[in-house]
């Protein structure tokens, strides 16, 4: 598939996605290329138990040929190791090994691991090239391209972080098929969001794989990834620090948040959280902004043949609305939120009262 070049204005650099099967083997001569990877140099290869476990090895062989210098850092998987004390467990190895300024970071996981270790490769040295190696569905589609990188406080996700690209992002759809597919269904949420907010051949794709039962098959999948990272640069390219047309990216999200938040951040993965949230930012766009209602019902019906969560099985708590009025999207005027005014389109509309969202997460609830 073509490679994709995401440029940030002002940057004399811009860098390359690439979306190509078998990639994980091919890492080290990719990084010759786009990286600047000479032999001796040192490479920090950043990833979690899980994954290390199943592609650690490939993708270290790959680095080794290309003459790179290779350490393996590996860290526990899942949310948690998106911490302050992860970077700096970093730190401390990275400088007790000696990584110098010309030493690379490569982020080979999920959204957790390019998070940390994009984070870290922020800081350390003020700053060391890093490339990422998505290995998840929502990272290949989303978290691994835009430079955004951070970790978690008690206080809330993402509250520390920095901005800082990856010189390349190599996404191998291969890598999926270890993937459980709860995790694949998840990544899909993400993916029809995209196809929401900026490219309504993907929901037809889309579509088109469920009908067939192909939807969470590796290969089938690997041209939407590469839609996905195409959509995702033209907004990254656009608004690189998220102040406009970027948080349309946020679709669906004011209400995920909300009941990742309230439920427990176990009951929902994030992208089942998103999908409920998209149905009710869609029922809400046809009230608000006037969205044919057909569209609204087609992609519900597309979530639904995913196998992601439409509904809701009881009122959501009181605490939903406390992390609705603490989103950060949420503006001097009232609640901020990513409409969709036609399928393709996306628009932040500041919300005058809650009544017509209580109305929306009401109807989310089965049998009402
Ligand atoms: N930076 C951004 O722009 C951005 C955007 C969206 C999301 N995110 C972040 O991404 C994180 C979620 O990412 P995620 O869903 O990829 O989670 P993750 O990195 O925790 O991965 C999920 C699980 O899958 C395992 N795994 C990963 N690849 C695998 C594979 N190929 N086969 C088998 N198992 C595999 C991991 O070990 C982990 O247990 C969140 O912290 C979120 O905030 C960041
Ligand atoms: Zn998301």
């Not at 970093?90 to 959204?111: H, P, Q, S, T, Y």
């Not at 995790?183 to 949420?189: F, I, K, N, Q, Y």
């Not at 950060?328 to 969709?340: D, E, H, N, T």
Request: hydrophobic share 45%; glycine share 10%; charged share 25%.
């Amino acid at each position: 598939m073509k490679s994709i070049s995401v440029r940030i204005a002002g940057r004399p650099r811009r860098y390359t996605v690439r979306v190509e099967r078998g990639l994980l083997d091919h890492v080290g001569a990719r990084l010759r290329r786009d990286a600047g990877l000479l032999p001796g140099t040192p490479v920090a290869l950043v990833t979690d138990r899980n994954v290390g476990r199943l592609y650690g090895a490939r993708v270290e062989r790959s680095l080794r040929r290309a003459g790179g210098a290779v350490r393996r850092y590996t860290l526990a998987p899942g949310e948690p190791s998106k911490d302050l004390a992860v970077a700096t467990r970093l730190f401390e190895a990275w400088a007790r090994d000696g990584l110098g300024k010309n030493a690379i970071v490569v982020a080979l996981g999920g959204g957790v691991v390019s998070d940390v270790a994009g984070f870290a490769a922020s800081a350390f040295g003020r700053g060391l090239s890093w490339v990422a190696v998505p290995t998840t569905l929502l990272a290949q589609a989303d978290a691994s391209i835009g430079g955004k990188t951070g970790v978690n406080l008690k206080a809330g996700k993402n509250l520390v972080g920095a901005f800082h690209h990856p010189r390349a992002v190599y996404a191998d759809p291969e890598a999926l098929r270890t993937l459980p597919a709860r995790s694949m269904r998840a990544g899909l949420a993400e993916v029809v969001k995209m196809g929401v907010v900026r490219d309504p051949s993907i929901l037809v794709r889309l579509t088109s794989l469920a009908r067939r039962g192909l939807a969470l098959d590796p290969r089938a999948v690997a041209p939407l990834v590469h839609a996905c990272a195409v959509s995702k640069a033209w907004f990254v390219s656009r608004d690189e620090r998220d102040k406009g047309i970027r948080r349309a990216l946020n679709f669906g999200h004011t209400v995920g948040h909300a009941l990742e938040a309230s439920e427990g951040y176990r009951a929902f993965h994030h992208g089942e959280a998103v999908a409920v949230g998209m149905v009710a930012e869609l029922r809400l766009s046809v009230l608000e902004l006037g969205l044919d209602p057909i569209a609204a019902v087609h992609v519900e019906a597309l979530l639904k043949a995913l196998g992601l969560p439409t509904s809701l099985k009881r009122r959501v708590k009181p605490s939903f609305w406390r992390a609705v009025l603490r989103d950060k999207k949420r503006g001097r005027a009232g609640v901020r939120v990513v409409l969709c005014p036609a399928i393709g389109k996306a628009k932040v509309i500041a919300l005058p009262s809650l009544t017509q969202l209580e109305r929306v997460v009401g109807s989310l609830v089965r049998g009402r």
